[in-house]
């Protein structure tokens, strides 16, 4: 829709990245060369799978 060429998709997506990726090496080189996150934890009630022929909407 923007009329960007395809060649450019990708430096595009890479410089979109970048603080990401350096917000990254930064807390790893705080954190002794790890990077933390945090636990995930489900707070949805366990359920039985149900195949998608029988899902409801």
Request: without cysteine; charged residues 25%; hydrophobic residues 40%.
């Amino acid at each position: 829709m923007l009329g960007i060429p395809d060649e450019l998709f990708t430096p595009i997506f890479a410089v979109s990245r970048i603080a990401g990726w350096s917000a990254h090496r930064i807390e790893e080189l705080i954190n002794s060369n790890k990077i933390i996150r945090p636990a995930y934890k489900a707070i949805s009630p366990m359920r039985e799978y149900t195949d998608m022929e029988n899902r409801i909407d």
